[in-house]
């Protein structure tokens, strides 16, 4: 499994740069290097959708661990924007799939943990320890943090467009992390469609690096070849 594969190879590079088309803007010397919270939000995602899955506990809590330590803010209306998603395909093509995939919001996920802690008194002393740290932190928990997240449905046989902003002479960090059901296919452009890269590979799994020469807004397309519609968490500086 994805998340099994990734807790033992967690010092395990895995990304990908934007193609030659952008060189004004790739910083070669960062090339197939994530950030340490890239990679801790990217397992916490792999742990937040193993334990959805599985009605596992100790998965969603150490994912929401993971987040105390590397605070995220919902993107929801932050920089970035999200058109409805498409699909040619008629409804007979599409096979039926049920559940939705959480954000990474530990009051969400730490919730969600509750559910299957049956009579465990060790877990849910430590989900209600962690709830007494998220609550300690109020507002200031997520005030300077420094990365945001959203969760979105792809449809099957369709895509879904995502015009996302970041700031310029920083490096920018975009990583997309379905939720194993189909291959997604990525696809970024600028603003006037160039195709800046891409990441074609048969996983649902991206990551793009580079540094915008100014505040710029970006577009990211995601197709789902699949029957079954997939949900693309999104993670991003």
Known sequence: ???????????????????????????????????????????????????????????????????????????????????????????????????SALDLDVKAILAEASKYTSDNSDLK????????????????????????????????????TFKWTFTGGEVAEILFNGDDDTDLDFYVYDTDGNLLGSDIDATDYAYFSWYPPYTKQYVFKVVNRGSVYNNCRIVSN
């Not at 962690?130 to 449905?153: D, F, H, Q």
Request: net charge positive; aromatic share 6%.
């Open 125 to 160: 002393a430590v989900i209600a320890s962690l709830e007494k740290e998220l609550n300690s932190r109020g507002s200031r928990g997520y005030a300077g943090a420094g990365y945001v997240n959203g969760t979105w449905s792809i449809p099957a046989y369709g895509s879904r």
């Open 1 to 99: 499994m994805k998340v099994l594969k990734k807790i033992g190879l967690l010092t395990l590079l895995v990304a990908f740069s934007l193609n030659v088309n952008a060189q004004t803007e790739v910083n070669k010397s960062n090339e197939g290097v994530q950030s340490d919270a890239i990679k801790a939000l990217s397992l916490a995602s792999d742990l937040v959708n193993y334990g959805q899955a599985n009605k596992d506990a100790y998965s969603l809590v150490s994912a929401a661990k993971i987040i105390l330590e590397n605070p995220v803010q919902s993107a929801r209306g932050n920089r970035v924007s999200a058109e409805e998603g498409s699909s040619d395909a008629p409804a007979s093509a599409r096979g039926e799939k049920s559940g």
